[in-house]
């Protein structure tokens, strides 16, 4: 990757069938590395509540935390398109929504991702309207994990699906250049990637969608603790670091 991605590049992948790679990314190192990795997408998200900061979950975040990475990993000046995550109830007003987007844009995101359909419509459309490009994220919503009871898998019902299908229709027509879908059943990640001009990036979604995310401490297996059932690492950094302390430990100790 030798030149800069943009939004426009991001929503051509899916014209020409390619598929788009995207990675979290949290601080300057990762996001250099996976930057010189070829990753064309990268997203703050605010899964680093729980692989980095040590929250339960993601409703803990803060903005002023986010912002703090955002500009970490907006130091490395990747060619990535980068962007960040709205945390919880950064959004909850049209007003509301602006203003942190504009901080999120301020910290060096070049887009910004927030949780809903239909519901943030009007946060959505304003965003838009002040020239931040958006992408959503519909399915399993992390914010919502502690009314939802857990993490759950979106689709099985049918009032389930027609929502979904809705969301993504009124999300990419009011111009969001891509949505993840998050724990959506196989046969209606599909159906949207199918309906919808955005871009559709997939995480535990199946292999239909136009793209996948993953948060990087899962795929590389940095964060031992916990992996999702979806994931496959294809490595063990965890138990790398491990060995390289002893390693060094054991030196230390010889001399």
Known sequence: MNSKVTVAEICAMKSRGGKIAALTAYDF???KLLDEAGVPLLLVGDSLGMVVLGYPDTTHVTMAEMEHHVRAAARAKTNAL???DLPFKSYETVSDAVVNAKKLVAAGAEFVKAEGGAEILPQVQAIIAAGIPFCGHLGMLPQHVLE??????KGKQEAEHHKLINDAKALSDAGAFAIVLELVTPPVAKEISETISAPTIGIGSGPDCDGQILVTHDLTGSFPWFTP???KPKANCAAEIKSAVAVWKAEMGAR
């Open 229 to 231: 059932r979806f994931v």
């Open 29 to 31: 190192p990762m996001a």
């Open 82 to 84: 980068l962007g960040g």
């Open 148 to 153: 939802e009871g857990g993490y759950k898998i």
